[in-house]
C-alpha cells in the first residue's frame, strides 16, 4: 500500500482474526512488517489462522490471544493478558462480529449482538485506552457495516427483548460501533490517539453462515457477486497503516472515502447516552474523561 507510514516496530491488535476480513487484514499488515496478535475464541482454530498468517506474510511476529468475547470477564481477561505481555499498543481493530437471526443471551444475561458487536469493542477500548495514549500516535479502528441504516437506537429497548428482527438488530450494533466511534474521538480529542470506523463492503466471508432465516437465504444467494476477504479488508488496512489518515479521527470510511452515515450517529446526546448505558452494561466506569 502507497503511503503505508513504516510498519516495522509497530504493534497491532486484531479481533476475531479466525476467518473473512479479520485474517485478511492480519495477513497484509504483518506482511508489511508489523507485529500483529489476533484474538479468537477457539484454541484450534485460532491457531490454524496463526499458521496461515504466519506462512501468507512471510513474518513470524504473529501470536494469539484467546477470548469469547460474549463473555465480559473474558474481554477483561483478554486486556489483562495482552498487558501482562506489551507495553505498547499502536492500532486496535475491534473487527469480530456476528449476525443472529434468533435472539440469544450470553453469559452475562445481555442479548448476544450487542454483547459482542458493540460491547466488547466498547469495554476492550477502553480497558487498553492508557495503553493507546502512551503508544500516541495511535489508532482504534471499528469495523461497522453499512447495515447501520436498519438501526435504531431504543435506549428502552436496547438488548430487543420487546421485538427481535436479525437485520435490524445486526444494524443497530453496526450504528454503535458508529456512535462510539464517534463519541471515543470526541473523548480522545488532544491525545493523539484516533479513532475511526468503517464499512468493509459485502464480503464473502462466515458470516451468518450458520444461521437460518429468509433474510441470509437472500444474502447467500449473492455470495458470488461479493468481495473477497482481502479486497474487504483494503479500507481497514488503510485507516490501519496509511499516513494519508493520520490525524483524522471520528470518521466513517467505505471504499478509503469517508462516508456519511445515517442521521443518529450525529445525535450527541444520543450518543452520550449509548456511552453511560454501555457503561453500565459493561461495569465500566468512564475511563475516557470528556476533554
Ligand atoms: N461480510 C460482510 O459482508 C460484512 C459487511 C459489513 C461489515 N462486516 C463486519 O466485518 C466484521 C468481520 O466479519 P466477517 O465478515 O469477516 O465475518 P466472519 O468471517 O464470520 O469473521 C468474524 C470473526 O469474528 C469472530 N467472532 C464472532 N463471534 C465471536 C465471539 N463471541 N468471540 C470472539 N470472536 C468472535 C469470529 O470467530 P470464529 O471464527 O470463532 O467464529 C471471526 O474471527 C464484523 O464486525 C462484521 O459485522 C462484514
Redesign the pocket.
Known amino acids: 500500500m502507497e503511503n503505508a507510514s513504516g510498519m516495522d516496530g509497530k504493534l497491532v491488535l486484531i ?9 485478511a487484514a492480519a495477513k497484509i499488515i504483518a506482511g508489511m512488517g508489523a507485529e500483529v496478535i489476533v ?4 484454541q484450534q ?1 485460532g491457531e490454524a489462522a496463526l499458521e496461515e498468517i504466519r506462512s501468507e506474510s512471510g513474518n513470524d511476529r504473529v501470536s494469539l490471544l484467546l ?4 463473555a465480559q470477564a473474558e474481554v477483561r481477561r483478554l486486556a489483562k493478558e495482552f498487558r501482562a505481555s506489551h507495553a505498547r499498543l499502536d492500532v486496535l481493530v475491534n ?5 443472529k437471526a434468533r435472539r440469544t443471551e450470553t453469559p452475562d444475561g445481555i442479548e448476544m449482538t450487542l454483547a ?2 458493540h460491547l ?1 469493542p466498547f469495554l476492550l477500548t477502553n480497558l487498553l485506552l492508557d495503553l493507546l495514549e502512551k503508544s500516541a500516535p495511535s489508532r482504534v479502528i471499528n ?5 447501520e441504516r436498519w438501526g435504531k437506537i431504543d435506549l428502552d429497548d436496547l438488548q430487543s427483548e420487546r421485538r427481535y428482527r436479525g437485520f435490524p438488530v ?1 444494524g443497530k450494533s ?1 450504528l454503535a460501533n458508529i456512535m462510539f466511534t464517534i463519541e471515543l474521538a470526541e473523548r480522545l480529542r488532544g491525545t493523539s490517539v484516533t479513532a475511526n470506523c468503517m ?11 450458520s444461521e437460518r432465516g429468509v433474510g441470509i437465504l437472500l444474502f447467500r444467494t449473492f455470495k458470488p457477486f ?2 473477497s ?1 482481502e479486497r ?1 479488508a483494503d479500507t481497514l488496512v488503510y485507516l490501519a497503516v496509511s499516513s494519508e489518515v493520520e490525524g483524522r479521527t471520528g470518521e466513517y470510511f467505505i471504499d478509503r472515502e469517508v462516508a456519511t452515515p445515517s442521521g443518529e450517529a450525529y445525535d450527541g446526546t444520543l450518543r452520550e447516552k449509548l456511552w453511560e448505558a454501555s457503561e453500565e452494561l459493561t461495569g465500566l466506569k468512564g475511563v475516557a474523561a470528556k476533554q
Open positions: 479481533t476475531g482474526g479466525t476467518s473473512g476480513i479479520g485474517k484474538t479468537a475464541r477457539s482454530k477470548a469469547d468475547l460474549a473487527n469480530a462480529g456476528l449476525y459482542v458487536n466488547a469495523v461497522s457495516s453499512e447495515a445486526y453496526k464499512h468493509p463492503g459485502s464480503v464473502n466471508t462466515n458470516m451468518g453462515r461479493m468481495r476477504p474487504g
